[in-house]
């Protein structure tokens, strides 16, 4: 990826400008007269302390990533040679266009609520909404995870935490503790971010020098090793499930400082430290000791790191796989609330998802965000959270229309961020990942592809119904009067 360059940077306005020639008619850059002023005033938004480049690479971070647990499974499904050539090759048919469209759409309209908007600008309101609602859904899944893998980890030093009511107790502690945390303010979740950062990442730096001296290069070059053959699903979805979900910032894009500048270089520099981080721990695992394929599972880098270092670094090596979960619960429920803020300030939900707390916070957001973790918690995730994945991939060929359609309509709005491609060059950008997604959904079973189905279903009846409420004044809803308007 090339550093993230900018082009027609106008930094005095963090606001969508349309140039004189071509104007899209769906986009006024004129503030509506009319709204509810007292809903999120520019002047109050404005009063939250903004998020700087730190601790939004990191919230990137935990987005995407949070340190190369979970990434095991690669050299299970295809052997070391496929793992280290795959989160090198991936990147490059997923993760950097992503990220691209990600800063180039995220800087054209810097205001919370990110694909949501891009979507609702070029294929209108209706769409905008089914595009909130599959992105939601498949965060709020996610996130019901990390509470539960938080104590997978620690229940081998814990073994009360295993099951029954200390479990159960165990959970609710933790998604009631993280949630606060995200309440608090995003300044607040921004430096836990960072701190938790630093402490998952390090432990994988102590242990890639302490193996140079054990490395033998030619363990990186086998494919599969007393295995039959490679499991292509799951190493696909193994690479797919730890190199998306880079659009999640843009929901806060309100939420940053300078968002022309900042969003596309935190970007660039989270990019390469997700890479680096799963490059190397492969690497070293690989190369250091000697290779048994059906040990690499979840939570194998703890036993290399015993091997390589001692107890210490694997207790290590264990503990900042727990602390990591932590790190994404807080950056997805940051992404998840702040997305039906800005769902709410476009009119599309009730305004009271729209209100903040007295440190900026969307509380509402958070409290409905935390009631589907916990919903979601006490169930089987296994084919859930492949579900998941296919709601992931419908929003995505979403934003890939969206960012080609707005390309193509209207080439003259001003982007403070821009892809250095023409209209032809975007359309080949997008082939890649969208074969991928083809590829992943006809590896889906019958099942979890219903599950899907039937959620997004929901989304395309929900948002009539939603608009029915607001016209028989059942709910409040009202579009922001800080914001441009996006209407036809």
């Given at each position: 990826m090339t550093e993230l360059s900018s082009s027609n940077l106008d930094s005095a306005t963090q606001k969508l400008r349309i140039s004189t020639e071509n104007p899209p008619p769906h986009i006024n850059i004129d503030v509506p007269t009319t709204g509810d002023a007292a809903?999120?005033?520019?002047?109050?938004?404005?009063?939250?302390?903004?998020?700087?480049?730190?601790?939004?690479?990191?919230?990137?971070?935990?987005?995407?990533?949070?340190?190369?647990?979970?990434?095991?499974?690669?050299?299970?499904?295809?052997?070391?040679l496929l793992a280290?050539?795959?989160?090198?090759?991936?990147?490059?048919?997923?993760?950097?266009?992503e990220a691209l469209i990600t800063a180039e759409m995220g800087t054209m309209f810097p205001e919370n609520g990110g694909y949501v908007v891009w979507v609702s600008s070029a294929l209108g309101p209706y769409w905008g909404f089914q595009q909130g609602w599959v992105k939601w859904l498949s965060g709020v899944i996610d996130n019901a995870l990390y509470p539960i893998l938080f104590l997978d980890y620690l229940k081998s030093g814990i073994p009360i935490l295993g099951s029954g009511?200390?479990?159960?107790?165990?959970?609710?502690?933790?998604?009631?503790?993280?949630?606060?945390?995200?309440?608090?303010?995003?300044?607040?979740?921004?430096?836990?971010?960072?701190l938790l950062g630093v402490f998952s990442i390090l432990p994988f730096l102590v242990m890639s020098f302490m193996s140079i001296p054990k490395l033998k290069p030619s363990r990186w070059l086998v494919v599969s090793k007393k295995m039959k053959g490679v499991d292509w699903s799951l190493y696909l979805n193994t690479l797919f499930w730890n190199l998306?979900?880079?659009?999640?910032?843009?929901?806060?894009?309100?939420?940053?400082?300078?968002?022309?500048?900042?969003?596309?270089?935190?970007?660039?520099?989270?990019?390469?430290?997700?890479?680096?981080?799963?490059?190397?721990?492969?690497?070293?695992?690989?190369?250091?000791?000697?290779l048994d394929q059906k040990l690499w599972t979840d939570?194998?880098?703890?036993?290399?790191?015993?091997?390589?270092?001692?107890?210490?670094?694997?207790?290590?090596?264990?503990?900042?796989?727990?602390?990591?979960?932590?790190?994404?619960?807080?950056a997805e429920m940051s992404?998840?609330?702040?997305?039906?803020?800005?769902?709410?300030?476009?009119?599309?939900?009730?305004?009271?998802?729209?209100?903040?707390?007295?440190?900026?916070?969307?509380?509402?957001?958070?409290?409905?965000?935390?009631?589907?973790?916990?919903?979601?918690s006490w169930l089987s995730f296994q084919e859930i959270v492949a579900a998941e994945n296919l709601l992931y991939c419908f929003g995505m060929v979403l934003e890939f229309i969206t960012f080609v359609r707005l390309r193509m309509k209207y080439p003259a709005?001003?982007?403070?961020?821009?892809?250095?491609?023409?209209?032809?060059?975007?359309?080949?950008?997008?082939?890649?990942?969208?074969?991928?997604?083809?590829?992943?959904?006809?590896?889906?079973?019958?099942?979890?592809?219903?599950?899907?189905?039937?959620?997004?279903?929901?989304?395309?009846?929900?948002?009539?119904?939603?608009?029915?409420?607001?016209?028989?004044?059942?709910?409040?809803?009202?579009?922001?009067?800080?914001?441009?308007?996006?209407?036809?």
């Open positions: 809903l999120s005033p520019a002047r109050t938004v404005n009063q939250f302390k903004k998020i700087t480049v730190l601790p939004l690479v990191f919230l990137i971070f935990y987005e995407v990533s949070g340190g190369p647990f979970g990434i095991e499974d690669s050299v299970k499904a295809a052997g070391p280290i050539v795959g989160f090198i090759v991936f990147p490059f048919i997923w993760s950097i266009p009511i200390p479990r159960v107790a165990a959970i609710l502690v933790l998604t009631v503790a993280l949630t606060y945390l995200n309440y608090r303010g995003l300044s607040i979740v921004g430096v836990a971010a960072v998306n979900y880079w659009d999640s910032i843009s929901t806060l894009s309100g939420e940053v400082e300078n968002p022309s500048k900042t969003l596309p270089r935190a970007l660039f520099y989270a990019l390469v430290l997700v890479v680096l981080s799963y490059i190397f721990p492969v690497l070293t695992g690989t190369g250091a000791i000697a939570g194998y880098f703890a036993d290399i790191g015993k091997i390589i270092g001692g107890a210490w670094l694997g207790w290590w090596i264990q503990a900042a796989a727990a602390t990591s979960n932590m790190g994404m619960f807080l992404s998840d609330s702040f997305q039906l803020l800005g769902m709410a300030e476009r009119g599309m939900l009730p305004k009271v998802f729209a209100k903040r707390s007295r440190y900026g916070t969307p509380w509402v957001g958070i409290l409905f965000s935390a009631s589907g973790v916990i919903l979601l709005a001003t982007r403070p961020f821009k892809i250095p491609v023409g209209v032809l060059g975007s359309i080949l950008m997008c082939i890649p990942p969208t074969v991928l997604i083809g590829v992943i959904m006809a590896l889906t079973n019958l099942k979890v592809a219903l599950v899907s189905l039937a959620a997004i279903v929901i989304g395309l009846v929900l948002q009539p119904c939603l608009k029915q409420v607001e016209k028989k004044g059942w709910l409040k809803f009202s579009t922001s009067s800080h914001l441009p308007n996006l209407m036809e």
